[in-house]
Structures are given as structure tokens and as C-alpha cells.
């Protein structure tokens, strides 16, 4: 696990770029304290760097940017393939010689030996940067999930590339504009969706795409995998069969997640995933199992002692931490530089608290992620469902009719619920309700907020196949599961310098679990009837069976209490007013509204706090000009 960053120019004096390298290297020493190493070409117009955290190959031979043994490919790599040792076997059939023990080095074989397209053997989590001497052309390629972060900087002249967004700003070679449709982007789902960063000219490499720079300057991206086309191969199993080859992929794709030369432990929080991923490691494991968890002082979100419960049963060496607000307040200062762009997800709280604890005892952390995505666990699911069951109960000429009457009414105050019992009422594709449940501000606030009419910036999950379970599942996967789940747990892991596994996406348990027909998902075990099925043959069901948490924080207990002065620090009305961003009445009036009780508003005003943390961190004193 590593950072990785580099340049290509192209019909530019490159020395700029170069000099930035160092830099660029050293923003990202959290992601890789083992080991750094810096390479160029020889007239300067190429530059790689790496960051290290050893994890297979403690040796040097496992030191990076690496040169292929043919000279024609040099490589970073931020990630593990946990089936290089099957493909190292193949490639020695084909000639190929191995000095060191690491992927790394097979991996850069498979690229000598296949071109880029070899990326479709690899089966893990990655990030990777070839540059190909003998053409000139620059490749970037990232996992099939988006496990691995991969932002990149174009202007036509220059591609620019890193593991996070701060080893791009460490180059002094361009001036950071805040892009407004990134803006709204994060004020409508609580982070930002890719290809869009809070940047102009700043991307994220999509997930399941690879991308090349030719020598002439042509940037080209192909997409290589993709979950949504797993539905042309619809099982026809029983249940019974279609959970045991699930269970059986499932205890590959774990086993294959310990290949590691250090200790490997798991995040546990006592629901459903985690307990699985736990208890399957804990039965086929040579070893004693170490699990973590974070508990709160407040029961309402205390998931502590399920997590305990379920320990004892498997007996795993299982530790436990309570977060307390005083331990908010001093992680939150620091949020803005940990996410370095806006991100609202407050479970990166307990997140990086967990990731603190566990690296006292391990160098990699598996989190059970994605059953909600591929097995359809959500709440908000349940909503939709009921929502729409009610209302076609309504005749369409009755919802049609309220819906002209309360578009019509006066502007005022009561035009904010007006317009949203409109949306929730008027005749619009399943699809728009989805939207609805998962957002955290209606188009009429961001109008009011942002001071300018919003325009769309996602298409609905109507783009994807299947009914509307299948897609939610599947929007969610490509948009929630990569940008938010996966970046929460990159970076609070890599903070504390220890890699963080996902072992429920196995891009062969996705593909599986999209070919599985709805109704199995949520069957007469509930939400995610499967996984539900395969747990209780490990775990008693009276253990693990209770309603949903996730990993909430007790937010407006903390904003109103302990972590009330940092509503007044960075929400403070004359400081909103410099920025130009966010109209300061409208944040005044929801900051008020939370102080007296209300607490329909503590998620918003939660995005204006992180919204103005990253702010304050990265633009204040360089007050770079929204884009119109």
C-alpha cells in the first residue's frame, strides 16, 4: 500500500513539474513511511514518484518506480494483486525471472509480457502509472471497484497524477479553481462524485478504467469492467445452490485478502458484514482473528457491545475503544487535510479512531463493505419501497392536482416544504425518489444557499439495468460505495499508515452477486436474505439480528454541545461572506433552527461545517474565484 504521483508534458518546458516532484512525494509520506523513491526521463518530461508501505516484500527489491528487466516500461503502483503468485507461475512458463517475492515485480512482468490490457487478470485493489519508453505514451490504470484513489490534472499541455488531491497542490505549477458544479455536487450527496473533483481541471480516474497519454498528446479512456453487464447472465440455481457458491466465492475472496507479510486484522461493528467477514476468516484462519470496534457513550449509537457479543461467540482477540466528543473535536480540526476535498461523511469520525487503534497492533485492516450495495441492505431502500406503494394508492389526477396547487403558492415560508411535498407527490420516474432519499438538499435550498439555479450533475440510476432494487444497488455501487465508503476508508487508514482491505468487493463476488435475481436479496430473512442465510450457519441469529445502525455518530448531540465553537469558528457569517460561496443567512438561519432543537437540520448544517473545515484548510489566504 503506497502514494504514488508523476507527470507528463507534453510540448512544454517540463522543469517546473520536475521541481515539483519532491514535493509532490513527500505530501504523501502518511501513505508510505517504509520507503520513497523519485525517477525521470532523461530530458525531464516524465517524472514518477512513491511513497512506501511495505505490506508483501519487505525487501528493497520491492522499491519503487521500477524499470521492467526489458528497460521498455517503468511503474508505480499504489495497491496488492492477490493473485500475483498464479501469475508470476504463468509468466515463469513464459521465460520470465524473478529477483524479489513482492506483486509489484509480477506485475510489471504481466505488463511487459500483455501491454496494458493485462490489467484484466489482476484481481485486487490498485492504482498504477506506466510510462512505455519505446512509444512515449503514459498509462494510468485503476481497480475495478475504485478501492484505490487515482486523481489526475489535464490542461492539454500537462497530465499530472496522485494518490490524493495534496500531491497534486505540492506542485506550484498551477493555480486551484474551485469548479461550482463540484460545489453542488457535494452539497447535494455529501461528497463528490466522479469524474469531478472540487477542482477545474481535476479529475478522478473513473473506476474499471484505464486511460493513455499518447506522445502526440491525445488523452484516450477505455473502461474495462463493468457490474451493470452481469445481468445478461441471470443464474437459474436454487437458493440453496446460489448461497453455497456464494459462500465458496466469498471464502476465496477473504482468504486471498490475508495474503500478507504482516499481521492482518478486521474492522467489526457487530452487523451483518462485518460479522461475516469475521466469522468465515475466523473458521478457515491458521490464527486467532483480531477484531476492532468503536463504541459511543451514547446507546442510541452504541454498536459496541454487538460487536462484542459476536466476538466472544467466534473467539476472536477482539479490542474496543469509546469515542467521546472531546475526541471529535480533536480529530476535526484536521478533517479538512484528511479529506482534501469537501466530504460529509461523518462515520470517518469512528473511521479513523478505529484505524488509530488497530494500527497499534496490525499493518493491514479488512472493513466489510459493499453487502448493503450487492445484497440491497439500505433503509433508504425500504423508504423508496414504501413511498411508492402508497402512492399508487393516490389516483394520478389527485397527485397531479396537488402538485399544480402547491407549485403555485406564494413565495415565503412555507415554499420550502411546498416545493418538497410537490417533488415527492408529482407524477416522475421511480427512479427521481431514489434521488430524493439519498440527498441531502433539495434543488429550491441550493438555489437559496448557493445563491444561483442548480443544474443536474448525475443521471439517475434509471441508466442501469435490471428493476428498480437492481438499480438503486447498482447507483450506489458506482457512485456511494466508490466515492464516499471507499475514499472514508483509504484515507482514515492511510493516516495511520496501515492498509485497509475490502474483501466484500471482489470484483468476483460483484459480478456474482448481479447475476442473483432480486428477489433473493430481499427475501423472508429480510434485507440481505442471502448473506443473512450464510451468517446464521456461523452465528446465531439472535446474536446479529437487530435493526440497522451503520456507523452513525451522534452528530447533533456533539454540535450542540462540545463541538458547538467550531459552528461559530467556521460558519461565522463574515467569513462566509469573504469566501462568496454560501449566502450567510441561509447557514445562520439552519445553524439557529439546530440550537433550538431542531434536529431535521443537523445534517445540513454538518455539510456547511466540513463544506468550510476543507475551505479553510486549502483555500483561505489563496482565495481561488468559483468558476461560473
Request: net charge negative.
Amino acid at each position: 500500500m503506497c502514494g504514488v504521483t508523476g507527470y507528463k508534458t507534453v510540448d512544454v518546458d517540463p522543469s517546473r513539474w520536475s521541481a515539483g516532484l519532491p514535493a509532490a512525494v513527500r505530501a504523501l509520506q502518511h501513505r508510505g513511511p517504509d520507503d520513497e523513491g523519485t525517477w525521470r526521463s532523461e530530458d525531464g518530461s516524465v517524472g514518477f514518484g512513491h511513497r512506501r508501505l511495505s505490506i508483501l516484500d519487505l525487501s528493497p527489491l520491492g522499491h519503487q518506480p521500477m524499470t521492467s528487466a526489458c528497460g521498455a516500461w517503468v511503474m508505480v503502483f499504489n495497491g496488492e494483486i492477490y493473485n500475483f503468485r498464479e501469475i508470476r507461475t504463468e509468466l515463469e512458463t513464459l521465460g520470465h525471472r524473478f529477483a524479489g517475492s513482492g506483486d509489484s515485480e509480477v506485475m510489471l512482468a504481466a505488463f511487459s509480457q500483455w501491454g496494458p490490457s493485462a490489467v484484466s487478470r489482476l484481481l485486487g485493489m490498485f492504482a498504477i502509472a506506466l510510462w512505455h519508453k519505446p512509444t512515449g505514451e503514459l498509462h494510468l490504470l485503476r481497480d475495478r471497484l475504485g478501492v484505490k484513489p487515482l486523481y489526475y490534472y489535464w490542461d492539454k499541455r500537462t497530465l499530472a497524477f496522485a494518490s490524493e488531491l495534496k500531491a497534486l497542490r505540492a506542485f506550484d505549477c498551477w493555480t486551484p479553481q474551485v469548479d461550482r458544479e463540484g460545489v453542488l455536487d457535494y452539497f447535494r450527496y455529501g461528497y463528490i462524485g466522479h469524474p469531478r473533483t472540487i477542482y477545474q481541471n481535476v479529475f478522478k480516474l473513473q473506476p474499471g478504467h484505464r486511460m493513455v497519454l499518447r506522445a502526440q498528446g491525445s488523452l484516450e479512456q477505455v473502461r474495462y469492467w463493468d457490474a451493470a453487464a452481469q445481468f445478461g447472465k441471470r443464474l437459474a440455481s436454487s437458493e440453496d445452490e446460489i448461497a453455497d457458491e456464494l459462500e465458496s466465492l466469498m471464502i476465496s475472496a477473504f482468504q486471498y485478502r490475508m495474503v500478507s507479510d504482516v499481521p492482518v486484522g478486521v474492522f467489526l461493528s457487530g452487523g451483518v458484514d462485518s460479522s461475516l467477514v469475521t466469522a468465515v476468516l475466523q473458521k478457515h484462519a491458521t490464527q486467532q482473528i483480531r477484531t476492532f470496534t468503536v463504541g459511543f457513550g451514547e446507546s442510541d449509537f452504541d454498536e459496541a457491545p454487538h460487536a462484542e457479543a459476536v466476538a466472544r461467540h467466534l473467539g476472536t482477540n477482539h479490542t474496543t475503544r469509546i469515542l467521546t466528543s472531546s475526541q471529535a473535536m480533536q480529530i476535526l480540526p484536521g478533517w479538512g487535510d484528511l479529506y482534501d476535498e469537501p466530504f460529509a461523511d461523518a462515520s470517518g469520525i469512528p473511521t479513523l479512531l478505529v484505524s488509530q487503534m488497530a494500527a497499534e497492533h496490525v499493518k493491514v485492516a479488512l472493513s466489510a463493505d459493499g453487502g448493503d450495495e450487492l445484497f440491497s441492505g439500505y433503509t433508504s431502500y425500504d423508504g423508496v419501497f414504501a413511498r411508492l406503494n402508497k402512492l399508487k394508492k393516490i389516483p394520478m389526477f389527485v397527485r397531479r392536482g396537488v402538485a399544480g396547487g402547491l407549485g403555485a403558492l406564494p413565495s415565503g415560508d412555507s415554499t420550502e416544504w411546498a416545493l418538497q411535498l410537490k417533488d415527492r407527490i408529482a407524477p416522475q420516474l421511480p427512479s427521481r425518489h431514489f434521488d430524493q432519499a439519498v440527498r441531502y438538499f433539495s434543488d429550491y435550498e441550493l438555489t437559496t444557499l448557493l445563491d444561483g439555479e442548480p443544474v443536474a450533475t448525475r443521471p439517475g440510476c434509471e441508466i442501469y439495468p435490471g428493476e428498480l432494487g437492481d438499480q438503486m444497488c447498482l447507483w450506489d455501487l458506482n457512485h456511494y460505495m466508490a466515492e464516499d465508503i471507499l475514499t472514508k476508508v483509504d484515507r482514515a487508514t492511510m493516516a495511520q499508515s496501515i492498509e485497509g482491505r475490502e474483501p466484500l468487493i471482489d470484483h468476483r463476488l460483484v459480478e456474482f452477486a448481479f447475476s442473483i435475481p432480486f428477489h433473493l436479496k430481499r427475501g423472508t430473512l429480510g434485507s440481505k436474505h442471502l448473506l443473512r442465510k450464510i451468517l446464521y450457519k456461523y452465528v446465531p441469529r439472535e446474536v446479529v439480528d437487530r435493526p440497522k445502525q451503520g456507523f452513525s455518530v451522534p452528530l447533533a448531540d456533539w454540535l450542540t454541545g462540545e463541538l458547538a465553537p467550531l459552528l461559530d469558528q467556521y460558519l461565522d457569517p463574515s467569513r462566509l461572506r469573504a469566501q462568496g460561496i454560501v449566502d450567510p443567512a441561509v447557514a445562520s438561519r439552519w445553524v439557529s433552527r439546530l440550537r433550538s432543537g431542531d434536529r431535521q437540520v443537523v445534517k445540513k448544517v454538518w455539510l456547511l461545517l466540513a463544506f468550510q473545515m476543507w475551505h479553510a484548510r486549502w483555500m483561505e489566504g489563496a482565495l481561488a474565484p468559483v468558476a461560473a
